[in-house]
């Protein structure tokens, strides 16, 4: 039994078909195969983006238990999708199952549904919010519908398949019809057309029709080949020119000889080098730029990086190509450069580099993340401030470093600004790798796509953990007294302004007290500044207990305080509290084995009555306790019209008083000092009096204090010592001769720095020898800095200047220093020597006074005579001088020169009588 045909073609026919059957099924096994995987793949892919998608869709609804939300949403994630179900199970239990369409029976075998059921397993997806699980979310496929797709495709595939393969084997036959016939004619005819002779070939007459038209397309294929590939060649030589010139305008060429000597260069390397062909042909390439890596000599093509410099020194940067050219030995004949200009590139590349320099070196801590906000990048300052490397961050989320006191707001609040195309900037806490929390301000920017949507964001961050605490520092000190812990004098105003809308709102009074602590200052200097720092603190602690909860206490600077007395205006409850903190301060300050004494004076305004705002409450306070200090120490002053009245009348003689300069309405009076041993005048003092134009003679009782504290005081002094010395060269000219005049200095003009000019300048000007002055000091004056008063003291005297302490016996003086004042006078207040006579315990004081001066070596002058007895007891004292009314009142200049002159020859005549001194004269 014959299995295969007769005819060669058919058995050829049959071999293809077999071969071409076997390789069409196993190329359809692996192509339904291959088709069964990527259809496997993409559903399961689809389902992870659909089940991500819902997730996302859920979330919000998950957060408020919106399960009408959830279901629809996972309505639509079923809608054409491979999924028979959709099932979200909450965390108390709770399950919503949402169904798909019905699916019509399946065409699918059993086993490829079982093979699809078994590949595709349930979709689960649990549902995190803030770290916190809400559920999950279960997609479970429609197995037999994907099936039926798989089933459907393969059996398109195949019937494509066998159509493909009839039609091919169909084509084989014909071709080997086509082939085999006649195959010696047809290998003749391509040796004819290789030889060029395809026009003389010859067929039999009974060749077959196709080996004709195989010549006749053999003949006409030759003719076209021959006038196309004609045509093609022009063109291409004409697509060559043209090439060449598009090379030279968007290349730099040039070729060059092993020498590296430049033989040829086109136009646009003229151009940019800025030098002529002829220039260039002939020099070296070197002198206009670098080669290549093996200079001219490069034994293959290379490409690389360089730079030509241009004639006016600018360097420009390429990308380079050089192609050796080499002869028929392989001797490197020539070589061609052709550059691309890439000078931006590079300083882009620069700029680039700078940049990632910058961010690297950055003091700011910087992080890059993707538009999901993952983590792609950290510099080391970063790492440095959060702890965590690159490595340990990289594809995390950046709320790593949320802080446990962020709320998610927050972010919230970020992705909102963010996603409006805004930058975020602000501050929160984040957390570092240790688990401390740190604030963290942040500038957080985006890096758009070409069509605008988010492709990065740059988180710019500092660590302003110290900066925060700074200002807390700081907002302590601005509102906080370091020292005793009280208010300082913002937060009393802050919490006064509160309290007088409060007062306003339900028309209640409140007060303030001003006070300060008397004789602080001498604390200080007996026991230092650490005692003083200590009875500040605890005098701060007893006005607090003489205070209720609701007052407030605050010390304003220094021995200054004030304090708010809530919910009344009684004067008498007020009285009440201010008399508690007075008591409570006089009481003894014991600091170790050292005491200490003080008081304090209270000036006290009510509201309504006295102001209507704080500013002025604060005034009225401060006037009442001026009224108080004046009254004496230890008492408490409520403000009134007549305080006001008073105030007033001040601020205007002050007003006036700076300019009375130049007005002539100052003028100086001069008492005469009286020598106790011949009656003779033997000086006087200066006395300032001040003749306002309208209010009359004003007492220096009155202006003196007011031009100390304007500080008028040093340009009033500097004018009467120029007064003075003008006067005594005036009365030297008319004979009066070895007058000494004292002049009274005030504290502040001795401490001026140009009192030692004025009065050197005011001598030299008027002729004078300093011994015609003398200058008195009051004895409060000498002991608030002994020290530096003693060094000027000498340096007056050092001039010839004599020294006087006026009002001896009035202050406090400490006999040490005394005994160690370089002076020549102590002058007994006329407090002592007004009842003199009368009182015993004057006596004794002057009789002591007398005593000390005799001991230093002073000449003693007593003030205030003003009677024969107390002239008669001070005489019999010895005291040296005297003045008083007794034998003249102060004295305009001329009528001290006419009472001088009048007392020239015999003096003023002193009624002694014979009487023996009292048994007290004997002291000293």
């Not at 409450?617 to 306790?625: H, N, T, Y």
């Not at 030299?764 to 003398?774: D, V």
């Not at 230093?856 to 010895?878: F, H, I, K, M, P």
């Amino acid at each position: 039994m014959r299995l295969l045909p007769r005819s060669l073609i058919n058995r050829i026919t049959l071999l293809v078909g077999v071969v071409l059957l076997l390789l069409a099924l196993f190329g359809a096994a692996l192509f339904l195969r291959g088709m069964f995987k990527d259809v496997i793949g993409d559903t399961q892919e689809n389902a992870q983006m659909v089940i991500e998608v819902v997730a996302v869709a859920v979330t919000d609804s998950v957060v408020v238990n919106d399960y009408d939300a959830i279901r629809r949403t996972l309505e639509k994630a079923l809608v054409r999708a491979p999924f028979e179900s959709a099932v979200f199970i909450a965390m108390d239990a709770t399950r919503l199952e949402v169904l798909g369409h019905a699916t019509p029976a399946s065409d699918a075998p059993g086993w490829l549904i079982r093979r699809v059921e078994n590949e595709l397993a349930e979709v689960n997806r649990a549902i995190t919010v803030g770290g916190r699980d809400y559920g999950v979310i279960r997609l479970n496929f429609a197995a037999a519908r994907i099936a039926g797709n798989i089933w459907s495709l393969s059996l398109h595939a195949l019937g494509l398949l066998l159509g493909a393969f009839a039609l091919g084997l169909a084509a084989v036959r014909l071709a080997l019809g086509q082939w085999l016939g006649y195959l010696k004619q047809l290998g003749q005819a391509g040796r004819q057309v290789i030889d060029g002779q395809i026009e003389t070939i010859a067929l039999d007459a009974d060749a077959p029709s196709e080996v004709k038209q195989a010549m006749e397309a053999i003949s006409r294929s030759t003719e076209s080949l021959r006038t196309h590939f004609g045509s093609r060649i022009d063109a291409l030589m004409d697509s060559l020119v043209q090439q060449k010139n598009a090379m030279d305008e968007a290349a730099i060429v040039s070729e060059f000889d092993p020498a590296a000597r430049l033989t040829y260069v086109n136009d646009l390397f003229c151009r940019t080098v800025g030098v002529s062909r002829e220039q260039l042909i002939g020099d070296l390439i070197t002198r206009w730029g670098d080669v290549g890596p093996e200079g001219a000599a490069a034994p293959a093509v290379w490409h690389g990086e360089v730079s030509l410099r241009r004639r006016d020194g600018a360097r420009l940067y390429f990308q380079r190509t050089v192609v050796p050219i080499f002869d028929t030995d392989k001797a490197l004949q020539r070589q061609i450069c052709i550059d691309f200009d890439v000078t931006g590139e590079v300083k882009a590349r620069n700029e680039l580099r700078k940049l990632s320099l910058a961010v690297e070196n950055s003091g700011s801590a910087i992080m890059m993340t993707d538009a999901n906000a993952i983590i792609g990048y950290v510099n080391p300052q970063f790492s440095a401030m959060t702890g965590y490397s690159l490595a340990e961050v990289k594809g995390q989320s950046a709320l790593l470093l949320r802080a446990e006191s962020t709320p998610l707001d927050t972010y919230e609040q970020i992705w909102l600004a963010l996603f409006s195309g805004h930058t975020w900037r602000g501050e929160f806490a984040d957390r570092r790798k240790d688990g401390a929390e740190f604030r963290c301000q942040k500038v957080i920017s985006t890096i758009s796509h070409g069509n605008g949507a988010p492709e990065q964001y740059v988180w710019v961050m500092e660590d302003v953990t110290d900066r925060i605490r700074s200002e807390e520092t700081i907002h302590r000190l601005a509102f906080v007294d370091t020292l005793t812990g009280l208010p300082n004098r913002r937060a009393f105003r802050a919490r006064a302004d509160e309290l007088l809308k409060m007062a306003r709102r339900n028309d209640e009074g409140f007060a303030i007290l001003y006070f300060d602590l008397d004789r602080f200052k001498s604390v200080n200097d007996r026991f230092g500044h650490g005692v003083g720092d200590q009875l500040l603190s605890e005098a701060s602690r007893r006005i607090q207990g003489c205070l209720r909860e609701v007052d407030v206490v605050s010390r304003f600077g220094g021995d200054e305080f004030a304090a708010l007395i809530t919910s009344t205006a009684d004067p008498v409850e007020v009285s009440q509290v201010a008399r508690r903190i007075i008591d409570a301060l006089e009481a003894v300050f014991a600091f170790g084995d050292n005491e200490a004494f003080i008081s304090t004076s209270i000036g006290i305004a009510l509201y309504p009555r006295d102001a209507a705002e704080i500013s002025e409450l604060l005034r009225c306070a401060d006037l009442a306790l001026y009224r108080a200090k004046d009254q004496g120490r230890g008492t408490a002053v409520f403000f009134s019209q007549a305080i006001e009245h008073e105030n007033r009348e001040r601020m205007e003689l002050e007003h006036a008083l700076r300019n009375v300069l130049g007005s002539e309405q100052l003028f100086l009076e001069y008492q005469p000092k009286l020598s106790l041993r011949d009656g003779r005048v033997i000086g006087a003092e200066a006395l300032l009096r001040w003749q306002h134009p309208t209010r009359g003679r004003i007492g220096p009782d009155r202006f003196i204090p007011i031009a100390e504290e304007s500080r008028m005081i040093v340009p009033i002094g500097r004018w009467v010592v120029r007064s003075v010395c003008q006067q005594i060269r005036e009365w030297r000219a008319a004979g009066m001769g070895g007058m000494q005049v004292a002049i009274n200095l005030s504290g502040l003009q001795f401490k001026s720095e140009t009192l030692l000019q004025d009065i050197v300048e005011a001598l030299a000007e008027n002729g004078l020898e300093a011994s015609c002055l003398e200058l008195e000091l009051t004895e409060s004056l000498t002991i608030e800095n002994p020290e530096q008063t003693i060094e000027l003291m000498k340096r007056f005297r050092a001039m010839g200047i004599s020294i006087a302490i006026d009002d001896f016996g009035q202050g406090h003086s400490a006999l040490a220093y005394l005994k160690r004042f370089p002076l020549n006078t102590l002058k007994i207040d006329r407090a002592f020597v007004r009842d003199l006579t009368t009182n015993p315990d004057d006596e004794a004081i002057v009789h002591m006074l007398v005593a000390l001066a005799k001991t230093l070596n002073l000449s003693l002058v007593a003030e205030g005579v003003e009677t024969v007895a107390q002239l008669q007891y001070l005489r019999d004292l010895d005291v040296d001088a005297i003045q008083g009314y007794w034998f003249s009142r102060p004295l305009l200049a001329a009528d001290f020169g006419a009472f001088c002159r009048a007392h020239a020859t015999r003096g003023v005549h002193l009624p002694w009588a014979p009487v023996e001194p009292p048994a007290t004269a004997q002291i000293g």
